[in-house]
């Protein structure tokens, strides 16, 4: 079932529910029954019938210990989400997955004008801890994976919505609930799908003028560059950076150790897939705004 058909499920005290239990995330693991009793003015009849409903769903899951308890799953933050998302306008329609990755999953959505959309949820869980440890440390100190969604999904957007003020290379985004970010549709590939580029220098140029703006104007460096978060538009070969969560500030005392990875792996990717050849120092001094040009 769509998520969109699953949110037109529930009624008002169902989503009551699911606030509460999201409301309560940072308090507890498992909220239990008491406090949900407490809070929800239903009688405990119905109350039952609505968690077990919400359970068969997939929205809440029940504690396994002796205790009864309900926290809120993905999917029911998803649809939190995406009611807020309705409600503020963002989006006027929401379709189905057209992409899911170790981190997130991302839909295709339309604006109240029919305009194309993405929705990212982002989805951080043990499948990605290795790698959540290593890149995204402003997380590391929050065991609770919905909330740890929660700030990558307030990271992303703080950038999307800054950052295409001065490139068009990154997408842009539209809004932000909870673990969701609403950003422009790209018609594109994956860089690491893209087997040939008509002009594969512009490319690259391209995604050194992102870097560059983030690096100049935002003071920020994105520190995870790979051929896995850059996206090539089909029709103009114009690529978008994407993922931003990880970044990191120039108050960071390795931000330049990072920078340079990140230009360096990119460099390498360009030279051994399409025969690109670019100086790193040059390129370095370019995107930290030293020169202007990049010259190969």
């Not at 940072?26 to 909220?31: D, F, H, K, P, Q």
């Not at 008491?34 to 899951?61: C, D, F, H, T, W």
């Not at 929660?150 to 997408?171: F, G, I, M």
Request: hydrophobic share 40%; with cysteine; proline share 3%.
């Amino acid at each position: 079932m769509l998520l969109a058909e699953i949110y037109k499920e529930l009624d008002y005290i169902d989503k009551k529910i699911l606030l509460l239990l999201d409301k309560l995330l940072i308090r507890y693991e498992y909220v239990p029954l008491s406090v949900i009793e407490g809070s929800i003015n239903v009688p405990p009849r119905e109350l039952a019938l609505r968690l077990g409903r919400l359970s068969e769903m997939k929205l809440i899951k029940r504690s396994l210990t002796s205790r009864t308890g309900y926290r809120l799953t993905f999917l029911g933050l998803d649809c939190l989400a995406l009611g807020d998302l309705v409600r503020d306008g963002v989006i006027a329609y929401l379709g189905s997955s057209i992409g899911t990755g170790k981190e997130s999953e991302v839909y295709i959505a339309k604006s109240s004008k029919g305009a194309p959309l993405a929705v990212k949820f982002y989805r951080i869980g043990k499948a990605s801890f290795q790698k959540v440890s290593r890149v995204r440390q402003y997380l590391t100190n929050e065991r609770c994976w919905l909330i740890r969604s929660k700030l990558a999904a307030e990271r992303e957007y703080s950038v999307l919505s800054e950052l295409p003020r001065y490139t068009e290379n990154v997408p842009r985004a539209y809004g932000w609930s909870r673990h969701a970010v609403v950003m422009s549709y790209i018609n594109g590939v994956e860089l690491y799908r893209c087997r040939e580029l008509r002009k594969p220098t512009e490319v690259l140029y391209g995604i050194f003028n992102a870097l560059r703006a983030a690096f100049i104007h935002l003071g920020i460096v994105h520190s995870d560059l790979s051929e896995y978060n850059v996206v090539v538009s089909i029709e103009d070969e114009v690529p978008y950076i994407i993922d931003w969560p990880q970044y990191v500030h120039r108050d960071n005392p390795l931000h330049l150790e990072y920078l340079k990875r990140d230009v360096l792996y990119v460099i390498k990717f360009f030279k051994r897939r399409y025969g690109v050849s670019i100086d790193v120092s040059k390129a370095l001094r370019f995107v930290k705004g030293e020169v202007n040009e990049v010259i190969g």
